[in-house]
C-alpha cells in the first residue's frame, strides 16, 4: 500500500452568503446565524464522493483518485493496487471487511489478506456502485445505475422497476429500526418492506424525487434530502425537494435547501451539505440545524462553509468532528 503524507493543508474561513437566492416556494425561511468558523482541507486533492468512519476511529475517503485512509496523522491510498480508481463510496461492515464502489468497475472487497472483485458478470445489474450499505443481517445492498442488489456472501439478489421499484438509479439506501428498506432514487423516493415497493408522500399527495439522502436519527425521525435535479420525466424538470422529517405519521418541510447528505452529531444536531437553492445553481453550503430548534416551526441553521463547488458526503465523526467532500477534497470541521 502506498501511504501519503498529510499535505495541502491550509485554513480557510467559510463566507457566509444570504438567503436571497432562496427558492420563493420554500415554506419556511431560515434563521440563518452568521458566523466565520474554521476548516481545515487536505489530501487527497480530488473529488470526494463519500466519507465514511471505521471501527477504531479512522476516517475512510471514496475519491475519483483512490480510497483513502487517515488515521489522524497521515494519509493512506488503500486501492493504489486497483489500476483506473474512480471510487464512488466505501464501507467497513461488521466483519471489518473493506467494500469499494466504483464508477464503472463494479466493486471490490478486501478482507484485510485477498482482494475480490463483482462485476456484471458475477450478477451485479450494473457496474456503476454509487452506494453501498450494510443492514441488521449483514447483508450487503449496492444502489447502481440499474437497480438496487443485495448480497449474502454467496450470491446477489437484484431488484429493478420490473420488481416495483420506481426508478433504477439508487443515489441512497437506508434500513430503518423496522426493517424496512428506504432508498433515494433519480424517480421517486420508496420504502421496501420485503415484499412491495411503497412510494411515500407528502401531505399534498406528491412524491419524493430524485433524493440523495436519507438518515434515521437516534429520535427515530426520518430525514430524507433532495438535491439537483438529475433527469426530465416527460416534459417536467424536477427539482430538489428540500429536506423533510417524517415522525412515522406525518412528513414536515424543514427547508427548500437542497441536500445531498445528511449526518446527526452526537448532540442531535443535523448536519448537511447541499446548494442553497434547490436547482443546484449557485452555492453550496455546509450546514448545522440546532437540535434545540429542530421541531421548531423555524429551526435555527448556521452555516458553517460555502462553496462554489458541489459538496459531497459528510460524517459526524466519533470525535465530535465533521467530515465532508467537495469537488476540491476532504475537508475537516472542529466545531468550538
Known amino acids: 500500500m502506498k501511504y501519503v503524507n498529510l499535505y495541502a493543508l491550509f485554513l480557510m474561513t467559510a463566507v457566509s452568503i444570504s438567503c436571497k437566492g432562496q427558492s420563493k416556494t420554500s415554506t419556511f425561511k431560515d434563521s ?8 481545515a482541507s487536505a489530501a487527497p486533492n480530488s473529488m470526494v464522493r463519500n466519507v465514511k468512519e471505521d471501527r477504531n476511529g479512522n476516517i475512510l475517503i471514496a475519491s475519483i483518485k483512490g480510497v ?31 467494500w469499494y464502489g466504483t464508477r464503472d468497475s463494479g466493486v471490490y472487497c478486501y478482507d484485510g489478506k485477498s482482494l475480490q472483485h463483482f462485476t456484471t458478470k458475477d450478477g451485479l445489474p450494473s457496474n456503476h456502485i454509487g452506494k453501498i450499505y450494510e443492514d441488521k443481517s449483514g447483508t450487503i445492498w449496492f444502489g447502481t445505475r440499474a437497480g438496487a442488489s443485495r448480497y449474502d456472501g454467496r450470491s ?3 431488484l429493478t422497476t420490473k420488481d416495483g421499484l420506481p426508478h433504477n438509479t439508487i443515489n441512497t439506501i437506508l434500513e430503518d429500526k423496522a426493517g424496512n428498506i428506504w432508498f433515494g432514487t433519480s424517480g421517486e423516493a420508496c420504502y421496501y418492506d420485503g415484499k412491495t ?60 435547501r437542497g441536500t445531498s447528505a445528511i449526518a446527526e452529531d452526537q448532540q442531535g444536531n443535523i448536519w448537511t451539505t447541499g446548494a442553497e437553492n434547490p ?40 470525535d465530535g468532528s465533521i467530515w465532508f467532500g467537495s469537488m476540491k477534497g476532504v475537508h475537516h470541521y472542529i466545531p468550538k
Open 32 to 39: 440563518v446565524q452568521y458566523k466565520n468558523s474554521t476548516v
Open 68 to 98: 483513502f485512509k487517515y488515521d489522524g496523522k497521515s494519509f493512506t491510498n488503500l486501492t493504489s493496487d486497483i489500476s483506473s480508481p474512480n471510487f464512488w463510496d466505501v464501507l467497513e461492515d461488521k466483519n471489518g471487511n473493506l
Open 156 to 158: 446477489f439478489q437484484n
Open 197 to 256: 415497493f411503497n412510494v411515500f408522500k407528502d401531505k399534498a399527495g406528491n412524491a419524493f424525487n430524485n433524493v440523495w439522502a436519507i438518515l434515521e436519527d437516534s429520535k427515530g425521525n426520518i430525514w430524507i434530502g433532495g438535491s439537483i435535479v438529475d433527469y426530465k420525466k416527460g416534459s417536467t424538470l424536477f427539482v430538489s425537494n428540500g429536506l423533510w422529517r417524517y415522525d412515522g405519521t406525518s412528513f414536515k418541510k424543514v427547508t427548500s
Open 279 to 318: 436547482s443546484g445553481v449557485g452555492a453550496w453550503k455546509l450546514c448545522r440545524y440546532d437540535q434545540k430548534s429542530l421541531f421548531n416551526e423555524h429551526p435555527k441553521v448556521k452555516e458553517v462553509m460555502s462553496l462554489n463547488k458541489m459538496l459531497c458526503g459528510i460524517v459526524a465523526a466519533s
